[in-house]
């Protein structure tokens, strides 16, 4: 398929990036929400907390007062979630879930050293995590 031709052409993306903006009285340029990219949002405050908690309660409190936020009312428990691998998968899940097709979910598996990647074929090696210095850092930075 020739990607000039729109007739027999399709890009397929995710509809998150599909937004439309009309002002309403009063509002300017600097009230245009399609246009915003979160440096951090609350619910990964959640997620960063129920990493870091003391116990698996502690854990999944923090994980359903995102997911009651969400309308989930099905709240994980302890009885389904026993012990810290099933955490960090549910973790995950969620990661998955709230940050899809936004790349912030790699930071997740980047800092959980993650040797699988959803998406990605084959095994990540620590390395994979690394990104190389831009050239433009390295010619105005040449001790790096």
Not at 12 to 28: A, C, L, M
Not at 77 to 84: D, E, F, G, M, Y
Request: zero cysteines; hydrophobic letters at 35%.
């Amino acid at each position: 398929m020739d990607p000039a031709d729109n007739n027999n052409f399709s890009i397929r993306y995710p509809s998150k990036y599909w937004q439309t903006w009309v002002s309403d009285v009063g509002e300017t340029n600097a009230d245009r929400l399609d246009q915003t990219v979160p440096l951090i949002r609350i619910s990964e405050m959640y997620y960063i907390l129920a990493d870091g908690a003391n116990t698996i309660t502690e854990a999944l409190g923090y994980l359903n007062t995102v997911r009651q936020h969400r309308g989930i009312t099905n709240l994980l428990t302890t009885s389904s979630i026993n012990s810290t691998n099933l955490l960090l998968a549910e973790i995950t899940k969620e990661y998955r879930k709230e940050f899809y097709a936004e790349g912030q979910t790699f930071f997740w598996y980047k800092l959980q050293n993650s040797p699988t990647m959803l998406f990605y074929n084959g095994v990540v090696r620590p390395e994979n995590y690394i990104f190389p210095i831009p050239l433009a850092e390295v010619e105005y930075n040449p001790t790096y």
